[in-house]
């Protein structure tokens, strides 16, 4: 597609159930990055792949908190044992090759998770 | 480290009204600023940003933004608001040649007919 794709937009999950959030970034675009948006706040960086390597996952809260993009092209986010503290919208973002890596990141819409 | 700070959490204004939301940031290094806007359910669209050059820095729909070092601040404005432009707007910093984008907390726009 012609932007950063997410899914699901929407999951409610129990608490202490597992959930995978997806992130199909726009084609041939390098860098990913994680963020997490809680109601009211503004989106804080969680983690950031170059290629399939994650160079940077100081933002992620906490070791139930996992990410990956073993080839390069679609991340995954895992929370396992979710807690009702992680309640938020996850935003993915992509960045082209090239670019200042910061400087080009393209959002996609996200998705809202709410556990119950 | 870097932080940003938006002044107002919201800001009720009449169509057709100038703007300017106004936002700080604070880091011992040189920066990248940015604005974003970001609708209902929808994720976060870019409207300008500040790498280097003239201070003065034009984005889409109308709205533009001043670099100002010397009080670290980053106000973005519009002459004339419309009753599309009611969102979240966003004000967000980044080392330069970095790759972690800290954001403010952002400001509610309000536009009333």
């Known amino acids: 597609g012609a932007g950063v794709s997410q899914s699901p937009r929407y999951k409610v999950a129990k608490r202490g159930q597992d959930v995978a959030l997806r992130c199909d970034p726009i084609s041939g675009h390098v860098s990913l990055f994680w963020y997490q948006q809680a109601l009211g706040q503004g989106p804080e960086f969680l983690t950031y792949?170059?290629?399939?390597?994650?160079?940077?996952k100081s933002g992620l809260p906490s070791d139930r908190f996992f990410a990956e993009r073993p080839e390069g092209s679609v991340s995954t986010l895992k929370i396992q044992r979710t807690q009702q503290e992680d309640s938020a919208v996850y935003l993915c973002a992509s960045s082209p090759p090239g670019a200042d890596r910061n400087t080009e990141a393209f959002f996609g819409q996200g998705t809202r998770l709410t556990v119950v | 480290a870097q932080s940003v700070t938006q002044l107002d959490s919201q800001v009720p204004v009449f169509e057709e009204a100038p703007v300017e939301l106004r936002c700080n940031y604070s880091s011992s290094v040189s920066v990248y600023l940015f604005w974003y806007v970001q609708y209902p359910n929808q994720g976060l669209q870019l409207l300008l940003k500040?790498?280097?050059?003239?201070?003065l820095v034009k984005g889409i729909n109308g709205f533009e933004a001043e670099f100002n070092k010397s009080q670290t601040s980053f106000h973005l404005r519009k002459p004339s608001v419309h009753i599309s432009d009611t969102a979240e707007y966003f004000c967000?910093?980044?080392?330069?040649?970095?790759?972690?984008?800290?954001f403010g907390a952002g400001t509610r726009l309000f536009v009333k007919a």
């Open positions: 500040y790498l280097s050059g003239s201070t």
């Open positions: 792949f170059q290629n399939e390597a994650q160079l940077d």
């Open positions: 967000a910093v980044s080392l330069t040649g970095g790759f972690k984008t800290i």
